[in-house]
């Protein structure tokens, strides 16, 4: 689905990345883990091809994704690469629907295809009672299952979610964890998960762990 070939990423005199290979396969769900400040994030960044790594390439197949334009990448992110953050970053104007929406309606799809599947994934999720609901009205587990979903929009490829668990109690964390290995069962999407969560890692088909900027 996703592979990156020896990702340096230097920010001034710092080097980040230090010559990462990594690859997740189609249905797969793979944890990273390992102490702050290892590169975790930042090698998730780029393979969400949110950051151009300093050298090095990623692919999706055979695309050299970093190749593209600036407009083809982003194109390239918003169908095939879903993000689920620590902190859900729902946008607090817009109801629990509207924000799982807005993938879809910036993919260029239309309304009623958007709140069609928006509302399916609620569903499935069984937030559908909540989907006119604002995120300040929602518990942090109903949050982050909306965030789940709104990654979820434009059925991607790769779904990268960071420390996804990081903000939730046990209980909430748990069910998530849970969540995650239903949704590969029921999508076929494959996952990345940057976590300091343990139990979620262990889960994973693949557990690796970085260490000074290098997968160990």
Not at 107 to 116: F, I, N, R, V, Y
């Amino acid at each position: 689905m996703i592979r990156a070939e020896n990702i340096h990423k230097r920010y001034g005199e710092v080097e980040v990345l230090k010559g990462v290979d990594f690859e997740v396969g189609e249905g797969e769900i793979v944890s990273i883990v390992g102490a702050s400040g290892a590169g975790k994030t930042t090698l998730l960044q780029i393979l969400g091809t949110i950051e151009k790594p300093s050298s090095g390439n990623v692919y999706s197949g055979d695309l050299d994704l970093f190749a593209l334009s600036d407009k083809k990448i982003a194109s390239f992110r918003n169908k095939n690469i879903g993000f689920i953050f620590q902190f859900h970053q729902l946008l607090p104007e817009f109801t629990a629907v509207e924000n799982i929406m807005l993938p879809a309606l910036i993919k260029g799809e239309s309304k009623t295809q958007a709140h069609h599947r928006a509302m399916e994934l609620l569903g499935f999720l069984q937030l559908g009672d909540m989907a006119d609901k604002k995120p300040d009205t929602l518990s942090g587990g109903e949050q982050q299952r909306v965030a789940v979903a709104r990654a979820l929009t434009n059925s991607p490829k790769v779904v990268l979610a960071d420390e996804p668990s990081g903000n939730l109690d046990s209980k909430n964390a748990h069910e998530l964890h849970k969540l995650f290995i239903s949704l590969r069962d029921e999508f076929k999407q494959s996952f990345v998960i940057v976590t300091h969560n343990e139990q979620l890692a262990d889960l994973a088909d693949r557990k690796l762990t970085m260490k000074d900027g290098l997968l160990i």
